[in-house]
C-alpha cells in the first residue's frame, strides 16, 4: 500500500542513508525499486508527478519475468489474490473468425505464470506496505557535480533543492529525466501510427482467456483481470480523430464473426484516453549519477505485454546493485545495470516491434494472408524470443560486491 507523504518527511527519514537514492516516478518501476531498496533498509525519496489515485488504469499481462521479483517483495499471495491465471490465448482473423487457440501453459509453465492484473492493482501490492510517495511532485532541474547530483523539485508549485548520490528516472515513455540528461540524437522511436482506446467490461465466464482480433485496419483485444475485463480497441491514428465510436462501428461493419464477448467487449468502449502507439529507446541508460529505468530507458509498444515485466526485472537488478553501494560506488553500479539489462530489453522490445508490424496491417489482402500464415504459427515459434529470454533470466546477482570503488571518470 502507498502511503502519501510530504517531500520534507521523505527527505528527514532519509537523512542517516549512507547513499541517498532518489526514484522519478511511482509506477511498475519506481515502485519496485523503492519497496526493494526499502526492504533492503535504504529510505529512497519517491516522488510521483500524478496525483494520489488518479493513475491511468489499464490492464496488465505479467510474464514469468515478475515471479522472482514478486517472491523477493514478499507479497506473492497479494499478486496471486489480485491478479488471475492466463492459461489460453485465441487469436482471431480480419472477419473475426477463429484462427487458433493457443495453450500457454505448455511453453510457459517451465518458468512461472502468466497473470493478468489491473496497474493500480499491480502497484497496490507491490508497494508493499506503506510505501512513502511524495504525490504532485516532480524533478524541475538537475545538476551533475563530481560526487552527487544537485536536483531541484517542485513540490506543488513549491521548490526544494537537495543533493542525491544517484537519481533513477523511472518516469515512463515520457520521461523528463531521459529529456534533462540525454541529447536527442541519444533517443531513438517508433512509431507505428496506430492508437487506441482502453476500456473495462464485466468478468465474463473465461476468465483465463486472451483473446486478440487482429483486423484489416483495426484491433480488438480481450483482456481479464480480477472481476472484470480490459477492453482495447484501435486502429489507424488518422482515424482517431473520428472517436471510438467510429473506430467500434467500423470494427462492426468489418466482423462477420461477432460473439458475445466480443459484443460486449465494443459495447463497453466509451470516450477516453486515446493511447498513440509509440515507443523509445535510450542509447545510454546511465549519465553520471543519473539512471533511467523501466519505459524511460526503453519504453514498449503494448503489443507483446512485457514492457511492465521487464521494468520489474530491470528494476529488481539495479536494486541489487544499488543496495549497500557507497555513494562512490553508484556509478559502477550503473554500469553493471546497464551491462545486464540493456541488450535483454532491446531484444524484448524487438519482439514487441516485430509483432506490431505484423498486427497493425491494413488491405484485404494482405490480412487474409496473415490470418492464413498466423494459423500455422505454433506459440513457441510467435513466442519464441521471449521464451528465450525467460530461459536466460538473471539471477539474483549479488553483483555490488564486486563492485569496484572509484567512481568512473566520464560524467556527461
Ligand atoms: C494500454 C497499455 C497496455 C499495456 N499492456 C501491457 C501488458 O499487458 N503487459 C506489460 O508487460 N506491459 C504492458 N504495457 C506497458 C507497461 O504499462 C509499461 O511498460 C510499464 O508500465 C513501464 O513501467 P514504468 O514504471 O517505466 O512506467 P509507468 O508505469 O508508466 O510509470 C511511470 C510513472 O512516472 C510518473 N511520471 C511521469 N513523468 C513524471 C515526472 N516528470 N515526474 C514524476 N513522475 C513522473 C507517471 O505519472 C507514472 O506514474 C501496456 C501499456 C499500455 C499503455
Known sequence: MISAIS?????????GDRTRVLVVGAGVAGITLAALLRAAGQHPVLVERGRQGQAPGYMLGLLPFVDPVIRRLGVEPAYLERSVGMHRYLLRGATGRRLREYSLDGALAPFGRYRGIAREDLLDVIAT??????????????????DGVRVVLDEEG?????????VIGADGLHSGIRDLVLAPGDVSRVDTGWG?????????????????????????????VLGRTGVFVGGPRSLAAEGPAAMVARVRRALRTRDART??????????????????RSARWTVGRVALLGDAA???????????????????????????????QVIAAYTAYEGAQRGRVEQAQDSSRQL????????????????VATRAISFERAFGPILRLLADRPEPPAARHRLPAQPRKDLA
Open 7 to 15: 517531500l520534507s518527511d521523505q527527505l528527514v527519514a532519509q537523512q
Open 129 to 146: 506496505e506503506n510505501l512513502p510517495v511524495t504525490f504532485g511532485c516532480t524533478v524541475a532541474d538537475l545538476a551533475q557535480e563530481d
Open 158 to 166: 513549491a521548490r526544494h533543492e537537495s543533493v542525491f548520490h544517484a
Open 196 to 224: 487506441g482506446w482502453v476500456a473495462w467490461s464485466d468478468a465474463d465466464d473465461s476468465p483465463d482467456l486472451y483473446e486478440e482480433t487482429w483486423g484489416d485496419g483495426f484491433f480488438v483485444g480481450i483482456y481479464p
Open 263 to 280: 459484443e460486449r467487449a465494443l459495447a463497453a468502449v466509451g470516450d477516453g484516453y486515446h493511447w498513440a502507439f509509440n515507443d523509445v
Open 298 to 328: 526503453a519504453g514498449f509498444l503494448p503489443t507483446a505485454g512485457v514492457g511492465a515485466s521487464m521494468a520489474m526485472e530491470s528494476a529488481a537488478v539495479l536494486a541489487d546493485l544499488l543496495t549497500d553501494a557507497s555513494p562512490e
Open 356 to 371: 506490431a508490424r505484423l498486427m497493425f496491417r491494413s488491405g484485404r489482402l494482405l490480412t487474409r494472408v496473415r490470418d
